[in-house]
């Protein structure tokens, strides 16, 4: 116990030295219909925007996977054959999604439900009204 907290306190130490000797940047983009904000810290302004400009690539490619407002998503794609029986190829990150959906409804036993999206299609509408 003592080692670990021997440990950690040297590490507090390292972080801190660290952070110390690095800038602080924030960038802010529209994605997903809101302000999406982050914040690293660099050795220096390049490095930042290399990693903000990854970061926000990456929360693009999942909103086009994922989002249930764009009509071209993977997402709605696959929404529009339900009740078909219709099988259609999914992506590794939306079957991963759909998997963990699954796995925390169970868990919850129904109290999470990834299939509510009509009930809040329907709720969209009714608040605008």
Not at 96 to 109: G, H, P
């Amino acid at each position: 116990m003592r080692f670990l907290a021997i440990a950690l306190m040297l590490f507090q130490v390292m972080l801190e030295t660290s952070l110390a000797e690095q800038t602080r940047f924030a960038f802010v983009e529209k994605q997903m219909g809101a302000d999406f904000r982050i914040v690293f810290y660099a050795d220096n302004e390049k490095v930042a925007n290399e990693a903000a400009t990854s970061a926000f690539a990456e929360v693009e490619r999942l909103n086009a996977i994922l989002s249930d407002y764009d009509p071209k998503s993977e997402l709605c794609r696959l929404s529009e054959t339900s009740g078909s029986g219709q099988h259609i190829p999914l992506s590794d990150d939306l079957f991963a999604v759909l998997d963990a959906s699954q796995k925390l409804s169970r868990q919850t036993a129904g109290a999470f439900d990834v299939t509510v999206g009509p009930c809040v299609r329907l709720w969209r509408i009714a608040r605008f009204r």
